[in-house]
C-alpha cells in the first residue's frame, strides 16, 4: 500500500514538473515571438533603406541619362563622333581618338595654357569622372550598394579601358573616381595612390 507521504511527492513532483514544462513553453513562445517581432522590424528596416537608397539612386540616374556633357562623354567612349561649336560658332568634330592629344600633354606641363579644344573635351570628361566620383562618396559612406553600381557599369568599364581618360584621373587627382573603382574591385594601379591619398587625408 502507498504511503501518504509518497502520494504527496509525487504529485508535488508532477506540479513541479507540469509547472517547469510549462514555464518552458512560455519562454519558447515569448522567444519565437520576440524573433518573429525582430524579424518583422528587420524587413521593415530593410524597406526604409532601400526607400533611401532609391531616392539616392534615381536623380543619379537622371543626370547619367539626361546630363549634356555626360551624353558627350558616353558618346566619345563609345566611339561616336560628335560636333559642337567652337569660339566662332563654327561646328567642329570631335571623337575619342582626340584623346590622347586633348586630355594628356606630354610634359605634362600645365603652367601652358590649355587651347579651346583641349578645355572643351576635358570638361566634358570631367563631368564624366565627376559623376563617377558621385556614387565614389555614396559607395564610400555606405550611402549605395555594389549592386546598384551596375546601372552605370558598362561605362565605368569603358572609362577604365581608355588609357588617356586615366592618364587623365591620375594627373588631376580625381581621388573620388579612384574611391569609387577600388570599391567595386576594378582599380587600375594607377590610381591605387589616390585611394591611399584620400585615406590618408581622411586619418
Known sequence: MIEITSIVTIVSTTVAIGGGLWGLFNGLKEYRNSQEIRKNELIEQQRG???????????????FDEGEKIIYAKELIDGVHIKLEDNNGKLKTYTKNDFPNLLVRNDNDYTIPLDEDEIRIR??????LNFFGKLGYLMDNELITKKEINYFLYYIERTIDDESIIAFAKNLDYELFAILLEKIGM????????VQKYNNRLK
Open 187 to 194: 582599380i587600375p594601379s594607377d590610381l591605387k595612390p589616390l
Open 49 to 63: 533603406l532601400t526607400l533611401k537608397r532609391q531616392e539616392i539612386l534615381f536623380p543619379l540616374i537622371k543626370e
Open 123 to 128: 570638361l566634358i570628361i570631367d563631368s564624366l
